[in-house]
């Protein structure tokens, strides 16, 4: 089966077709993992570029990752374990007293479709979540978000957790949120501040690469 027919179906968001082709791909007996690797992920990723390029607009990409992810729901219980996760782990969620999520799962889905294990452990997560989950699945990337300006703080109080726990140097923490700032990100000691959801696996990706 041609794989690409499924990349241009996720750009255009068909969740309903996109789904229909991965069974039929299923079907057909092509590797679960070639349609993640080969069909799937390169999808999103040009979605990714295509939405920095100014090319793709938000509802566009939502619908685009709301496709991925429903794919996904399928894909996922064929896939062997170590084909999810090439590019690492990751615990997302949004910081205590914060309910917006749809930030924080557009990224997760965009981590997800750029090949790492995503942990979304949800919105309002208490500092002590935080540490516990990077403590029970050993990401090598921590994601929060967070929408308010009163919430902003817990980022650097999750961070000085991690520091008391001794496993601050285990992950990379990345930050991202509406309010959220790149000075604000070094202030509190972040290793990485991205403005959306695209961006914030391009520079992962690089930062990652830089430290191995
Ligand atoms: Co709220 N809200 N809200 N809200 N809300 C804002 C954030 C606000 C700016 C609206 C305003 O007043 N203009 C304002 C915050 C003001 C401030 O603190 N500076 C606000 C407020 C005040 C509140 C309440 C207090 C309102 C009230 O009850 N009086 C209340 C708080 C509840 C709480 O959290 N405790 C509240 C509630 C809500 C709803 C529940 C109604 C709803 C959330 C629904 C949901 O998330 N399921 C909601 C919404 C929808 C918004 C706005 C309108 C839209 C947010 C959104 O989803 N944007 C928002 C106004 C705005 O931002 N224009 C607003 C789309 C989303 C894709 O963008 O989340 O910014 P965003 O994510 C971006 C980037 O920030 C980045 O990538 C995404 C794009 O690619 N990003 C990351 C985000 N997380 C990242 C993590 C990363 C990397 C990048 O790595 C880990």
Do not use: C
Request: net charge negative; aromatic share 4%.
């Amino acid at each position: 089966m041609d794989l690409s027919k499924i990349s241009e179906t996720l750009i255009s968001g068909k969740s309903d077709e996109l789904k229909k082709l991965v069974e039929e791909a299923v079907n057909s007996d092509a590797n679960p993992s070639d349609i993640l690797n080969k069909g799937l992920l390169p999808g999103m990723d040009a979605v990714g570029q295509k939405w920095k390029a100014g090319d793709m607009f938000m509802p566009e990409v939502l619908r685009s990752a709301k496709a991925m992810s429903n794919a996904m729901d399928y894909l996922r219980p064929k896939l062997k374990d170590d084909d999810l996760g090439n590019a690492g782990t990751m615990v997302i969620g949004t910081v205590a007293g914060d309910l917006h999520d749809i930030g924080k799962d557009l990224a997760a889905m965009m981590f997800e479709g750029a090949g790492y294990k995503v942990i979304n452990i949800g919105i309002d997560q208490s500092n002590e979540n935080f540490v516990n989950a990077v403590k029970e699945h050993k990401p090598n990337l921590l994601g929060m978000s967070a929408l308010l300006t009163t919430t902003m703080p817990r980022m650097g109080e999750v961070i000085n957790s991690l520091k008391e726990a001794g496993i601050r140097d285990q992950v990379a923490v990345i930050i991202g949120g509406a309010p959220v700032t790149e000075e604000f990100a070094t202030e509190i000691g972040a290793d990485l501040y991205a403005p959306n959801a695209g961006t914030a696996v391009e520079i992962t990706k690089e930062y990652l690469q830089k430290k191995s």
